[in-house]
């Protein structure tokens, strides 16, 4: 019985598979945009991927004849009224396994004002719901055509966490300059991220207990240097986020009241030649929870880092190699501590993913992309899709294939 079930939904799987490359093969060749008044364009992407694992789940049952629960698709508006003021906003559709069957949501949406502007400098603020300035592609981290791969190094741009990560609502401070030494720019936030969800809950809390987390007020910043054109990258990126979470009633039935102070570090470096671009980015991961009713508290630090390799081979084909290093705690790579307090798998607290990746440019609206991981740890897979962590596989592979229209 159980064969005769894989066996019908790998036919449907094949069948969305064959529908969506015959949606593809139908858009139009190029669009730039589409022009709906005098000063405001809307421009758009469709992303579809599809996932297979050799075990363990992500973005659906992925470990069960590969997985098509991976949709991502944004239409986003841009507005310039008067001069200086630009009005922008994108709403997002996502489809990413378990828990997140249907999002729809406010991706960004800003009002966006410079201050002054020469040839040589720049200042304004964006309000609003804004992208967090986080790494080297936080903000463009839903658009396959602005990263490197289908799914970025996990050891900085975690899914288990995207939503909390992603956007801010409240206020942001920018600055460029110009000059003979280079590009400086900076991005100071300071707003409440999307902790409200029940990703976030998980990850902090263990469970899905009766109340939710929620985020408070945090701040983000990032500073950035360019050389040469964007030869040469290079960034600074912290934050402070506070997240807390309010019991519904007493324990043993509820968790109780918390804090969690979450403080990344991140220092991101990038070489882009001709044919080859070198991207490296490490980051220290302060992370402190508090008993607020007990008085208790306890901190950790992680350490994450990869090493990423992209070389063009023609105009519209490239190839990426990349290893990427996760550590829950620095203090314990190796998980062994945590299974002896715990109980639960110490390879649930690291993560080393090694990554193969082809992409191909049909046209400069049509992307298509694969890739190959081999996994050794599980410490960034989404809780949602794998809610036991004893069942979890330590080695394990990932294919991923994906097509990605944008106008």
């Known amino acids: 019985m159980k064969k005769n079930y894989q066996f019908q939904k790998g036919g449907k799987e094949a069948l969305q598979g064959i529908l969506f490359l015959a949606l593809f093969c139908c858009l139009p060749a190029q669009v730039r945009g589409i022009e709906m008044a005098d000063g405001m364009h809307a421009h758009g992407f469709f992303t579809q991927g599809y996932f297979l694992t050799s075990d363990n789940r992500i973005f659906g049952t992925s470990d069960s004849g590969g997985s098509f629960d991976f949709t991502e698709a944004g239409l986003n508006i841009y507005w310039m009224p008067v001069t200086d003021l630009r009005l922008a906003g994108q709403v997002l559709f996502r489809r990413a396994g378990a828990g ?30 804004f992208k967090n300035p986080y790494g080297f592609y936080n903000e463009t981290r839903d658009v396959l055509f602005t990263k490197p791969t289908i799914l970025l190094p996990q050891s900085i741009y975690f899914e288990r966490t995207r939503e909390l990560a992603m956007s801010a609502d409240g206020g942001l401070l920018y600055g460029e300059y110009w000059g003979q030494g280079g590009h400086v720019s900076f991005e100071f936030a300071v707003g409440i991220p999307r902790g409200n969800n029940l990703d976030t809950e998980l990850v902090f809390v263990g469970a899905d207990y009766p109340s939710e987390t929620h985020s408070e007020l945090s701040f983000i910043g990032q500073l950035a240097y360019e050389l040469e054109g964007g030869k040469y990258r290079m960034a600074i990126s912290a934050a402070s986020v506070d997240t807390r ?18 403080e990344p570090v991140i220092f991101s470096v990038q070489y882009n030649g001709d044919k080859l671009s070198l991207t490296s980015e490490y980051a220290i991961r302060s992370f402190e929870q508090t008993l607020l009713d007990k008085n208790f508290s306890r901190s950790i630090t992680g350490e994450s880092y990869y090493l990423q390799a992209q070389y063009r081979f023609k105009e519209d084909l490239e190839a990426i190699v990349r290893y990427d290093v996760l550590y829950n705690n620095r203090d314990d790579k190796s998980g062994q501590k945590y299974q002896a307090f715990t109980g639960k798998p110490n390879y649930s607290q690291f993560a080393k993913d090694w990554t193969f990746g082809l992409r191909y440019y049909y046209n400069p609206s049509l992307l298509i992309a694969a890739e190959y991981h081999f996994v050794n740890g599980t410490a960034w897979l989404p809780v949602q899709d794998n809610p036991d962590p004893s069942s979890l596989e330590q080695r394990w592979h990932l294919f991923s294939l994906a097509a990605s229209y944008r106008f």
């Open 245 to 262: 979470y309010d019991p519904k009633f007493f324990p043993p039935r509820d968790f109780p009241s918390l804090k969690t102070l979450f």
């Open 100 to 129: 997140h069957e249907h999002d729809l949501e406010l991706d960004y949406g800003l009002l966006d004002y410079t201050f002054f502007s020469t040839a040589d400098y720049s200042l304004g603020t964006r309000l609003g719901r």
